[in-house]
């Protein structure tokens, strides 16, 4: 099953140049890296990132991360994924923009 990670692209191309990363500033605050599954995405797009147009969509398999990876409740009760390492590039599935349209983010196809 693929999970996503919203990064600025400030962010991810931390994150390429140095091969892991522990998160955005709210990652780092919880002590883990926030993930969301396909369902959850556009809504975490929409509540975090709504006024943000450079962003970079990561996916990952989650069946990769092992143990390492806590399926957790958070909003609205939902099962979110929570990584308790580092995001290494190796985790790295695919990588797309997510442009910001008229109406909200703009997701690759197949995605939400």
């Known amino acids: 099953m693929l999970i996503y ?5 400030s962010q991810w191309d931390a994150m390429v140049q140095q091969g892991e990363t522990l998160g955005a500033p ?5 002590g883990y890296v926030h993930f969301s599954t396909s369902a959850q995405v556009a809504e975490t797009a929409a509540k ?3 006024e943000h147009s450079d962003l970079v969509l990561v996916a990952a398999q989650a069946d990769d991360m092992g143990d390492d990876l806590k399926w957790e409740a958070s909003r609205g009760g939902a099962l979110f994924p929570h ?4 995001f290494r590039m190796s985790d790295v599935a695919w990588d797309k923009s997510l442009p910001l ?4 983010h703009i997701f690759p196809e197949g995605v939400v």
């Open 101 to 104: 349209g008229a109406s909200g």
């Open 83 to 86: 990584l308790y390492r580092p």
């Open 5 to 9: 990670k919203i990064f600025l692209r």
């Open 48 to 50: 975090y990132f709504a």
């Open 26 to 30: 709210i990652d780092l605050a919880d």
